[in-house]
């Protein structure tokens, strides 16, 4: 990184490309770099679906943690910005950046060509994995196994839901054996209760989720990768160069790499 920040903190809506300056005690001295206004005067709004470990979680005492949360707080310390977690359904994080209710949608958020369409997206961060959860001594034991489950969950809205219920011949299993929970931690449930065959999901939770009970196994053909990224509204071309240095800074000085293993112990 160069040390070159952009800073936000005007009021009002979200900036569309190209808009003006914010105050001008927010300008670094010396440097030539277009601005952003941010939903809250001084804030970063983030909006998230907290149900995502290691991604984003919520504690007991009901604050956020997560490498998500985590993250988001340095660039918004770059970008002499306070973060707030807004938490909500995973589909509505990523809507409330299309409506201007939030700065940033984090939260393990795949880049697919449809939401780019209706969003824009940083530089990825990170590599997903869509994994397949299974009770140990299941029948299904491989993917192809899969076509015979019954039903298989998956979080409402995630690329994992998108794809498994997409129809057969564009490598889904059907609508009819796809059930959509509010998060992947419900889906789980509903596997260790019998109620469902499978679960599709991310890697990384589903580690976490399989480590929480008994008899649970991840099946160990990987079914689709994918990248994750920050998403802002279409065309905050100011606040999306913004977030790509900042991030780029804390990719260059170790910040970045220290979060994600403190959440993450390679294998
Ligand atoms: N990577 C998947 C997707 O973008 C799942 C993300 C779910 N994230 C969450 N915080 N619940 O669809």
């Known amino acids: 990184g160069c040390g070159t920040t952009t800073t936000g903190g005007d009021t009002g809506s979200p900036a569309p490309s190209g808009s003006t300056a914010p105050s001008e005690s927010a300008q670094p001295s010396g440097e030539q770099t277009a601005s952003f206004t ?13 149900t995502f470990p290691p991604y984003e979680m919520t504690t007991d005492d009901g604050s956020f943690e997560g490498i998500d949360v985590e993250v988001a707080q340095a660039i918004a310390e770059k970008l002499g910005l306070e973060l707030v977690v807004d938490d909500m359904g995973f589909d509505a994080a990523l ?13 393990g958020i795949t880049v697919t060509d449809e939401r780019e369409e209706v969003m824009d ?8 994995v869509q994994v397949v959860i299974v009770k140990e001594d299941s029948p299904i ?16 809205a995630t690329t994992g839901y998108i794809y498994a219920s997409d129809t057969p011949e564009n490598g ?24 469902i065959d499978a679960v599709i ?17 991840i099946l160990e053909t ?9 998403g802002v509204a279409k065309g905050n071309t100011a606040l999306l160069d913004a977030i790509n240095s900042a991030m780029d800074e804390l990719k260059a000085d170790g910040t970045f790499q220290a979060i994600v293993d403190k959440y993450i112990t390679a294998e």
């Open 201 to 217: 999901i991310d890697n990384e939770p589903a580690k976490a989720f399989v480590e929480q009970y008994e008899g649970l196994k």
């Open 172 to 195: 889904g299993y059907g609508e009819d054996h796809v059930t959509a929970y509010d998060s992947g931690a419900l889906a789980v449930m509903a596997l260790v209760n019998d109620q």
């Open 222 to 230: 990987p079914w689709v990768e994918e990248e994750y990224a920050i």
């Open 141 to 156: 034991q491989t993917i192809d196994d899969l076509a015979n489950a019954d039903m298989i969950g998956c979080q409402a």
């Open 121 to 128: 997206f940083s530089e990825s961060y990170a590599t997903g």
């Open 95 to 107: 809507t409330a950046v299309q409506t201007g209710q939030s700065d940033i949608a984090m939260a």
């Open 38 to 50: 941010t939903v809250e005067e001084g804030k970063l709004h983030m909006s998230t679906n907290a």
